[in-house]
């Protein structure tokens, strides 16, 4: 740590070094370390000669369109330079805070720089962050769906089995777990295969959904496919399928003992509040289990 030592503008250059070393941007100020005590004094107080513009430093031109000339002052590029070493961006916002300066007078010396070659336009810069991200969240990298074939029957029903039995089998009646065998969720799925959705290869799908009337019937994805967007692409393929059907309003049914399945579910647009008793269907009779009802306008 340098020594402290006092200059005119009544603050310790120890301390403003330390502060700047300790900053979050102290990644964008390398240079700073490789200068002696002189050469960061003579530095420092080069930047801090004009710390604030007086209005009367701007010209008239500073609120007039930005077309207008402006007089940039040295204090106002030293300014911007630093915050370019800093940020890799300026922006009028920046230039209205270190330099004491209305919105609009911020925004006439920054196009000016711009235009100047001084810095590079920050604004720029953060709209096509924006409009990244935008396009990120508007179009999520999502796998492909496609239906399922008899191919995927046995996967599909690996899958459906071991899916089941990790989320209901803690929660429901032993006589429920005892209808949830193997077998008959193959015979069942068997005759699901023309509403079903899938992700991943024939014979080998990591992921489905099934629509049945009205509803997201059936749901299920394997834990290989988790934090795949592999769940986000089937719930859109079954809700595609189910507004091609004509529905619009459409429901799902899940236990309430199941917050993850719910909370992936509302994130998706379900919603809903009310909990009743399902007929689950089984090779034999409907087996009635409370269940929340969520439902989602699809047009």
């Known amino acids: 740590m340098y020594k402290p030592i006092r200059n005119p503008y009544g603050f310790h250059i120890a301390k403003i070094h330390f502060f700047l070393r300790t900053t979050r941007n102290y990644r964008r100020a390398p240079y700073i370390h ?10 420092l107080a080069a930047l801090f000669a004009a710390p604030a513009l007086p209005a009367s430093a701007v010209t008239a031109a500073a609120t007039a369109p930005v077309a207008a000339p402006v007089v940039i002052s040295t204090g106002a590029t030293s300014w911007a330079n630093y915050l370019m070493a800093m940020h890799d961006t300026c922006t009028p916002t920046m230039l209205k805070s270190v330099l004491n300066i209305n919105a609009d007078s ?9 235009k100047k070659g001084v810095i590079t336009d920050g604004n720029r810069v953060i709209r096509d962050v924006k409009r990244r991200l935008k396009s990120h969240h508007a179009a999520p ?31 429901v009646p032993n006589e429920l777990i005892d209808l949830r065998d193997r077998a008959s969720l193959r015979a069942r799925m068997e005759k ?3 509403t079903t959705d899938v992700v991943g290869p024939i014979g080998a799908p990591i992921g489905f959904c099934t629509v049945l009337e009205n509803e997201i019937y059936q749901f299920y994805v394997s834990p290989a496919a988790r934090g795949t ?4 692409a089937l719930i859109k393929a ?20 199941n917050p993850r399945a719910q909370a992936f579910y509302r994130r998706n647009g379900w919603d809903g ?3 009743k008793h399902v007929p689950l269907q089984t090779l034999n009779e409907p087996y009635l289990l409370p269940c929340l009802i969520l439902t989602k306008q699809l047009k």
Do not use: C, K
């Not at 490789?34 to 530095?43: E, G, H, I, P």
């Not at 492909?144 to 209901?168: K, M, N, S, V």
């Not at 967007?229 to 986000?232: E, M």
């Not at 809700?239 to 049914?253: F, H, N």
């Open 273 to 275: 509040d009310v909990v």
């Open 192 to 194: 699901m295969l023309g």
């Open 34 to 43: 490789f200068m002696n005590r002189r050469q960061f004094t003579t530095r």
């Open 238 to 257: 079954g809700e595609t399928r189910l507004a091609a059907a004509g529905i619009e309003l459409a429901q799902l049914s899940v236990i309430p003992e």
């Open 229 to 232: 967007g592999a769940a986000n």
């Open 106 to 114: 911020a925004n006439a010396i920054h196009s000016q720089m711009v």
């Open 141 to 171: 990298d999502m796998p492909d769906t496609r239906p399922a074939t008899i191919e995927d029957l046995d996967a599909l029903t690996d899958i459906w089995h071991d899916g089941w039995h990790e989320a209901h089998a803690d929660y």
